[in-house]
């Protein structure tokens, strides 16, 4: 006997402006130009949504970062914090920076497209409002130094 597994969900459309998704793409793009082994490949991508995901959960009301409690305690942003464009903000300071300690030879893409979003470089000045300035600077570290794979 089957069990009839029922669809996916339609009523959701992709979601083309989320950082997430650009960030994930720009890794994938990376692991194609680079062909490191599958489990760097798979590191590379842990790495990744690691740093994104503890950039984000200080946004979200309950979410604690990979760190522990006592880290998303320490980091926790007030609500009026909370916005998508700081979580926005941070996801792409996180994966930014982890990214160019993966794929060094790659970085040069990872800039593009951290312009593209709309922020600028770290050190090159002002991203588009202070609010998200802060907040990128604020973002801890996405990646230790020595986690470079190219």
């Known amino acids: 006997m089957t069990t009839a597994v029922p669809a996916a969900p339609t009523d959701r459309a ?22 490191p082994a599958p ?3 798979a590191r590379a991508l842990a790495i990744l949504h690691t740093a994104i995901f503890d950039a984000w959960a200080p946004f ?21 914090q909370r916005t998508a464009e700081h ?8 994966a930014h920076q982890a990214l160019r300690h993966l794929f060094p ?5 990872f800039d593009s497209l951290l312009t593209e979003l709309g ?11 202070e609010d998200s ?6 973002t801890p570290n996405a990646a ?5 794979m190219a």
């Open 14 to 35: 992709p979601q083309p402006d989320s950082a997430v998704l650009r960030w994930n793409e720009a890794a994938l793009a990376a692991i194609r130009a680079t062909r």
């Open 39 to 41: 489990p760097v490949a």
């Open 60 to 80: 979200d009301a309950v979410a604690v970062g990979t760190a522990g409690a006592s880290w998303g305690a320490v980091a926790r942003r007030t609500a009026s």
């Open 87 to 94: 979580k926005r903000a941070a996801v792409s300071a996180a």
């Open 105 to 109: 030879t790659r970085a040069e893409s």
């Open 119 to 129: 922020y600028a470089l770290p050190g090159e000045g002002v991203l588009p409002g």
């Open 133 to 138: 300035l802060a907040v990128m600077k604020l």
């Open 144 to 148: 230790p130094a020595e986690v470079g």
